[in-house]
């Protein structure tokens, strides 16, 4: 996506966090920031990767320029270098019309390439070349065309057992990594967590915001986050979405960060007579023993079965997303739905696709 420059964000504000990490992140921006150096981002899924090169485009003198982010693992890899590099009319099947490709769009600014480790290696030569010779020839063309962008890069992957095993290029690490910049996942930097959690709600109505008590920030804060900022985020849409305007406690918490657990917990209906109930409780729990039981109706109350099953619906959704690190096609493989299903059940409950 390219997007044009309207109002630069201070630094804290798109870093947040006192921790000495996000301190730390912070004066890295701002060192690298003052050169055209290519910079390569290593740091787990959802650390947020994306918002670091923004950070350092914005803190630049790129600022007032282009930020195209391009994720090289979403695009298939027949159409990658049209998609970089731009084509002409008719170059291909499908070509209907000449197509600018995002290093021409970024002219002047800051191109990022995220997941640059699941590029193809016949691409990665190309790609070299463009960075070695700063110029780039469209796909059907013959027109070689100076460019001026600085390249931001990122992966998760560990780029030095790729080289090893031959699936990515040691020159062109070296050639994207000349500064290299360790984004540090979220569970290095737990303090920070009650911030974030601020800022991801400061947009939202005063209805949909959720309180925490202390056991439950306790709790967020002793949480290994596999999946990052990310994943706090979608657990604060989550928790809006099933609790606003609530004070969730402890085991709320627990709930929402491991829906799946509670829906393994959750009775089918009411035990019948003391036999039956013995009977369930001689069965091996599937839930591990530190989960928290899920709660249960209150005798005779009512089951609302609609809105039951449209809560499991959304807690799998969500949990779907955070396990394919945002990537709708691969989050509805997972959920055994069509790509277009997934989406239309995201519009339906309000989820909002995740950057990656």
Known sequence: MTVGHKE????EALIIGTSDGAARLREMIRRVARSNASVMLCGPSGSGKELVARAIHDEGVRA????????????????IESELFGHEKGSFTGAHARRVGHFEASEGGTIFLDEIGDMRFDMQVKLLRVLEDRTIVRVGSSEVRPIDVRVISATHQDLGAAIAEGKFREDLFFRLGVVVLQVPSLASRAEDIPALIRHFQCKMPADAKCRFDAEAIAMLMQHSWPGNVRELRNFVERASVLH?????????????LNPTAGLAQRPAAPAKDAAVQARAEDRPSVV????????????????????????????????????????????????????TTLIEKMRKYGVHQQAA
Do not use: W, Y
């Not at 630069?8 to 630094?11: E, F, P, S, W």
């Not at 085991?251 to 929402?256: E, G, P, S």
């Open 288 to 339: 591990p023993a530190a989960a928290p039981l899920a709660k249960t109706p209150a005798p005779g109350r009512p089951i609302d079965l609609k809105r039951e099953i449209e809560t499991i619906e959304l807690e799998q959704i969500h949990v779907a997303l955070d396990l394919a690190d945002g990537i709708i096609s691969e989050a509805a493989r997972l959920l055994t739905l069509k790509r």
């Open 64 to 79: 007032g320029k282009a930020f195209s982010a391009i994720n090289c693992g979403a695009i298939p890899g027949e159409l």
């Open 8 to 11: 630069k964000a201070t630094l």
């Open 244 to 256: 606003g305007g609530e004070t969730l406690d402890a085991h709320d918490v627990a709930m929402l």
